[in-house]
C-alpha cells in the first residue's frame, strides 16, 4: 500500500475556530486521496485502535463491544483529556474531518464508486482485527459479523454483507455516538449536518424506518432550520437549496411527500429556477402522421455563477464520457424521443397541463426539442419532483404520465454529472416498468444501472471475482477509468438526491424481474446477497407457502435431526438457534403471516427487547380479523408500536378508527389529529377527525392544530397570556374544528360524496344565526354533481333545501340579488341585463336551485313545492302554479295504484292532502294573482279559469277513488273542497 500524496484540507486543525463554520452549510471537500490520508493521520490512528494492544482488542474479537462503540469511548476520552481550549478545538476539528472522510469512503464504495484505490480494513481497522490467528481473513469476517449486528436498531437489522462496514461503524462513532462535536458551543454547523446524514444512511440501510432514527434525523433538521433558513441568516441561495433538496429526499423516503414538494419549490425558489409541465404538440410514435398534443417539462436555470457556468455550459462531446450509459428504446413503432413540432409549423395552440398562456416569459419561447442545459441543483429539483409524485402514487397512470417528462427533461437536458444523470435514468426505468412497449428498456436499464454500481464499488480483485462467481454479470462494458467520473464529482450532489445503496439498487432489480414473472432470476438475486425473507416473500407470493415457512425457519430453528440441515424434506422443528440472526424480529413477522399466528409477532417482539414496533402492528391487525374483533386488545397494540415509533403515520390512523369503534372520542381525537400532523394530505384522517370531535363532550376544551382553524384559539391565547379576563366558553367549538377538518377532507378529496355529505349534515346543524349557508350550498351541490347521475332526485337533502328556501325568503329581496350590465348588441344599442349575484348566499341558493335542483326534479312533490315558493319570492306567480300542479300530478301518480287499485287508506289521504294544497294553495290563492308578463297598465290573472281547474281535479279524484273510499273521511274533505270551490 503506497503512502498518498495530497495536501490536507486547511479546515483540518482549525474549523472549530472559524466563526464562519457556525453557520457554513458544507464548508468541507474530500478527494478520495484526501479522505485516505486523513484516516491515516496520528490522531486517526490512535481513535481507530492501531496503538492499542493485542490484549485491549481482545473484546472486539470477542464480540463484547463493537467496534463503534469502542471507537466512539475512546473519541470521548481524548476529548476530555484536552483541557486547552485551542487544542481541543483541534482535536474536535481533525475527528470531525476523520468522521467525514470514513462516510465520503464508505458512500463511494457502496453508492457511487468508482471503486476505492484503498484496502478499507487496513486502513481503518487495528491489526489485532486482521491478522489475528492463523485465519485473519476469518478475524475479519467475525468482527465484521458483530459490527453488521450492533446496527441493529428498534429491532430492524442492517444488510448482512455490507461491504467496507468499518468504514461506516467510524463514521457513526464518531459523528453520532461519541457526541462531543454537536453539542460544543463551538460546533459548525457541518457537524450537526454530518450527524444528521449519517443518521439518515443509517436509516436506509434498514430494511424499514424505525421512529429512534426518525426521530433524531428530524430532530436535527429543526435545529439546521433555525440556522439555515432564518432571515438573518448569511446562507447563500444555493446552499439553502442544497438543504432544501436534502430535506425533501429525506421527506420522500419517510413518505411525506407533500412535505417534500413543498421543499422543492422553495428550492427553485433559490436558485431562480423556472420549470412547468405543459403541452406541445409532436410525433411520438414512428407511423403518427400528424402533430398531437405531447407532456413536456420546459425548464431554464438562472443566470449561472462563475462556479457553476463552467459545468452547465460544457460542450456535450466533453461530457458525454463521464456518464453513464443509458439503454436505446429499440422499439418498432416508439420514437426514441418525441419529435416535437417546430414553433411556426403550429398556428394552433397545444392542449396544455399548464395552459401556455400562464407560462413564465423565460420559458415560452423555448425549443422543447433544444432546451438549454440546467444546473445540477435544478436538475435534482425535478428528479425530486418525479420522486415525490411516483412515490404518493405510484400506480396511478396519469401520475406516471405526469412523471415521464420530468426525468426525460433531466436526461436529455439536465446537469451531466454522473450521479445525477445516474439517477434520472433510475427514475425513468421505475415509471417506464408499467407500459408494455417500454418495460423492456426498464429493466435493461435498471440491470445496466446496477452492473455498473457493482462494477464501480468493488474494492479489490477478491471481491470483483467473488462477484463472478456469484454470477454477477456485467450487462454493458465496463467504462475505463479515464472514462469515469471521479469519486468526488459523483459525491458532489449525492445527498440533493434520493439514492440507494448497492444492496437495495440489487433488491429493486430483484423485485422488478417478480412483477415480470420471472420469479427465478429474482430468486437468484435474493440468494446471492442473502436477503432471505425477500426469498421466503417471493415463494409466498407465488402460494409456495411452505416453502416460504421452510427458508424461514431454517434461519430461525435447528434442524429436527441434527446435521440433517440440506435435506429438502427437513422441516426445521428443532430448538431456536443461538445466537438468532440480527433480523430474527422480522423472520418471526414474516412466519406471523404465513400462519396468521399470533406467538409469532409476540416472540418478535420478545427478541427486540419489545422494540420491533411492526410485530405489534401486525399483532394489532389480528386481533382485528379475529370474530368478533379485540378492539381493546387491538388498541392495547398499537399504543405499544406507537411508542416505539411515534413518526408512523398509519399506525396512528389506525388506532384511531379503533378507537371510533370503542367509542372513545377524546383518544380518537387525539390519534386522527396527530395522523394529520404527519400527512397534512390525508383525506380520511380528516374526516374521521372530524367524526371524534362531534361526539367529545362540549364542555371538553379543545385544541385541534388545524390549518387556517378559526382565529378565536389565537384570541383565546393571547388573552390568557395577557392575564385579561378569559372568554365565555364557546359549546360549538368542537363543532366549528369538525367542520374545519370535513373542509380540508373536502379539498383534498373533492370526488367521496360521503365527505361532502358529512359536511352538508355538519354544516346544517348549527343555529340559525352561525349556520354556514355558503358552506351548505356548496356541499349540496357537489353531492348531487357526485350523486345525481347515479340517485337522481334522491340526492337532494329535503330538510337542508327547505332551510336554505326558508334563509332565502326571510332574509333576501329578489332585486338586490342582482346587478344591471350594461352592453352593446349589434346595432350598437345600450342594452340593459341583469346578472345574479352569486357572490351573495342568496345568490348561490338561487343558482343552486335553477341549475341543479330543479332539472333532477322527477317525483318528488316536496321539491316542486319549494320551487313554487322560490318562484314566487322572484314574483314569477305563474311558474310557481305550474310547480304546485306537477307537485300534485307527481303525489297521484306514485301513489294511484296503492290508492285506486289496492285500497290502502294511506295513500289513499295522501292524495287528499295534496289535493286540498293544490286547490287552496295553488289554485285559489295563486290563481287569483296578477300575472306577472301581462302588458303594462292591464289586469290580467295566473287562472282566471282557476275554479275551473280547481273542480276537475277534484271531481277526478272523486271518481277514481268512489268504488273503495265513498263515505270515508278523506271523501267527505274532498267534498266539502269542491263545495269551497262551487261557492
Known sequence: MGEPTTELPPTLETIYNADSARTSYEPIRLTTATARHILEIPLARNVLGHDSSADNLATLRAGTVTYTEYVAERARQIVAEKTEDDEGRVVKSQLLHVGLAALFAFLQSNVTGPPLPFTSAEVVLPPALRESGNDGAATLRTVRDFMIRGLSVDGEAAYQLIPNVELFCVAKALLVDADVLVNAADAPLIARTARMRVNFLHQKMLAEVTGTLQQSIYDDLQEIDTILLRTSTTATGEEKARYLLERAAIHTHHGFEAKARTDLEQAAAETGFEYALTGRLGKRTKFQERDISQLVVLAKSAEPNTATKQETTTPATETTA?????????????????????????????????????????????????????????????????????????????????????????????????????????????????????????????????????????????????????????????????????????????????????????????????????????????????????????????????????????????????????????????????????????????????????????????????????????????????????????????????????????????????????????????????????????????????????????????????????????????????????????????????LTALQHAARLKQTDHRIWDNLLTVAASFPAALTPYKEIVNAQRKVIELQGPKKGEKSIDLSILTMLVDHLVKNFHYEDLFIESEEKDENGETTTRKILRRGTVGGQILALIDEVVTPLITHSAELWLLVARVELFRGRPSKALEAHEKAWRAVVASKTQGAFQMGDEKPWMEIVRATERLVREGYARIGMMDKEDRPEGSEEMVARDWRFKARSAVRGILGKGKDFWEGSEGWTRLKELSSEVNG
Open 322 to 738: 463521464t456518464k453513464p450509459k443509458a439503454v436505446d428504446l429499440n422499439d418498432d413503432t416508439l420514437l426514441e424521443t418525441i419529435a416535437f413540432a417546430k414553433k411556426e409549423d403550429t398556428p394552433e395552440k397545444s392542449m396544455t397541463v399548464q395552459d401556455e398562456s400562464d407560462l413564465p416569459e423565460v420559458l415560452r419561447s423555448i425549443d422543447p426539442s433544444n432546451q438549454p442545459k440546467l444546473s445540477p441543483l435544478d436538475s435534482s429539483i425535478l428528479l425530486g419532483i418525479a420522486s415525490a409524485i411516483t412515490n404518493s402514487s405510484p400506480d396511478h397512470g396519469l401520475t406516471r404520465e405526469e412523471t415521464l417528462p420530468y426525468a426525460t427533461r433531466v436526461i436529455d437536458g439536465g446537469s451531466p454529472n454522473w450521479q445525477i444523470y445516474t439517477q434520472a435514468l433510475l427514475v425513468r426505468s421505475r415509471i417506464e416498468r408499467h407500459r408494455s412497449r417500454t418495460v423492456e428498456r426498464s429493466v435493461l436499464q435498471m440491470q445496466a444501472l446496477v452492473d455498473q454500481v457493482i462494477a464501480d464499488t468493488a474494492t479489490d480483485e477478491e471481491e470483483a471475482a467473488k462477484g463472478e462467481q456469484s454470477g454477477a454479470t456485467t450487462f454493458l462494458p465496463r467504462p475505463e477509468r479515464s472514462e469515469s467520473a471521479p469519486a468526488e464529482e459523483r459525491l458532489e450532489y449525492l445527498w440533493t438526491l434520493n439514492f440507494l445503496t448497492r444492496w437495495s439498487l440489487e433488491a429493486e432489480l430483484a423485485a422488478r424481474w417478480v412483477d415480470l414473472g420471472g420469479l427465478r432470476t429474482a430468486l437468484e438475486i435474493y440468494e446471492r446477497l442473502k436477503m432471505w425473507p425477500e426469498v421466503a416473500l417471493c415463494y409466498a407470493a407465488t402460494q409456495n407457502e411452505e416453502k416460504a415457512k421452510r427458508i424461514v425457519r431454517r434461519q430461525l430453528y435447528e434442524p429436527t435431526t441434527p446435521g440433517n440441515e440440506d435435506d429438502e424434506n427437513e422441516k426445521f422443528q428443532g430448538p431456536e438457534r443461538n445466537p438468532l440472526p440480527a433480523d430474527a424480529p422480522r423472520l418471526f413477522c414474516i412466519l406471523g403471516d404465513i400462519d396468521d399466528d399470533k406467538a409469532m409477532y409476540e416472540r418478535a417482539w420478545e427478541v427486540s427487547n419489545q422494540r420491533y414496533a411492526r410485530a405489534q402492528r401486525s399483532l394489532a391487525r389480528l386481533y382485528l380479523k379475529d370474530k368478533p374483533p379485540q378492539m381493546e386488545k387491538a388498541e392495547e397494540a398499537y399504543a405499544k408500536s406507537l411508542k416505539i415509533n411515534p413518526l408512523n403515520h398509519s399506525a396512528w390512523f389506525a388506532i384511531g378508527c379503533v378507537q371510533l369503534n370503542l367509542e372513545r372520542w377524546d383518544a380518537a381525537v387525539e390519534s386522527f389529529t396527530r395522523t394529520v400532523q404527519l400527512d397534512h394530505e390525508d383525506a380520511e384522517a380528516w374526516s374521521n377527525l372530524a367524526a371524534a370531535l362531534l361526539h367529545v363532550s362540549p364542555s371538553r376544551p379543545a385544541e385541534m392544530p388545524v390549518e387556517g382553524a378559526n382565529e378565536e384559539g389565537a384570541t383565546t391565547q393571547e388573552n390568557e397570556d395577557e392575564g385579561e379576563e378569559k372568554p365565555k366558553h364557546d359549546p360549538y367549538k368542537h363543532k366549528r374544528d369538525a
